[in-house]
């Protein structure tokens, strides 16, 4: 079965870091690869996706993602980060006719 | 707008009693998922359908059923709510077009579901 880790469950920064997010997943096919952003009290939103193409993906908001297929990765990035990014972060990878998503990652930025 | 709607969207409920949540959507998409989401575990996939009358188990399916009848709405119940059910619930649609718009999966608001 299809398995998504991400190894930073809370990631604290000041405004203007740089982030980085990191993703790996477990599939042994062709899989589509997302992220999405969840504010504090509200659903999931799609922030990115990769099907296929570059590998380098730009979603919204200023963050991208890049698809390393020999590492089974999908990092998400953003060169300088806002208070407004604090968020929660998931990472989630569609191989099959599910979806399965990381643990989160919980990212405050300070200001 | 994915036009996704679910109910009721807060239910507190005792222990043992059964408990149905809704999922509506307009967009007459094929896939539908119910989640649930934990802290410190993500969200997790109970159970999803690809289609009328067809349904299958997720991560996390005991102690939940689902049922589609019609396209629009899939069911998520819980036949006899436990305190491990306290949880939100998200709903999700993904639609079946071309590529870059299929595969894509849109959210509903979330059920906060209370089992005291």
């Known amino acids: 079965a299809q398995s998504v880790s991400q190894h930073n469950h809370h990631v604290i920064l000041s405004e203007a870091a740089s982030l980085e997010l990191g993703c790996n997943y477990s599939y042994g096919g062709t899989v589509n690869l997302f992220w999405y952003v969840q504010y504090p009290g509200q659903h999931l939103q799609l922030l990115l996706k990769y099907f296929s193409g570059d590998p380098l993906v730009k979603g919204i908001k200023g963050f991208e993602a890049e698809f390393i297929k020999s590492k089974f990765s999908f990092n998400l990035r953003k060169p300088s980060v806002q208070w407004s990014d604090t968020a929660e972060y998931f990472c989630a990878v569609n191989g099959n006719n599910d979806m399965r998503f990381g643990a989160g990652t919980r990212l405050t930025v300070k200001p | 707008d994915a036009g996704i709607t679910q109910s009721p969207r807060h239910k507190v409920t005792e222990t043992g009693t059964p408990v149905t949540l809704r999922c509506h959507q307009t967009?007459?998409?094929?896939?539908m998922y119910w989640y649930r989401q934990d802290p410190g575990h993500g969200l997790r996939l109970i159970h999803y359908s690809y289609g009328v009358k067809d349904t299958d188990k997720g991560e996390v399916s005991d102690g939940y059923s689902v049922s589609r009848s019609k396209t629009e709405d899939f069911l998520l119940t819980l036949e006899s709510a436990t305190s491990s059910q306290t949880s939100v619930y998200f709903c999700?649609?993904?639609?079946?077009?071309?590529?870059?718009?299929?595969?894509?999966?849109?959210f509903g608001e979330g059920s906060w579901l209370t089992v005291v």
């Open positions: 967009e007459n998409h094929r896939y």
């Open positions: 999700a649609i993904r639609g079946t077009g071309p590529t870059t718009a299929g595969n894509t999966i849109y």
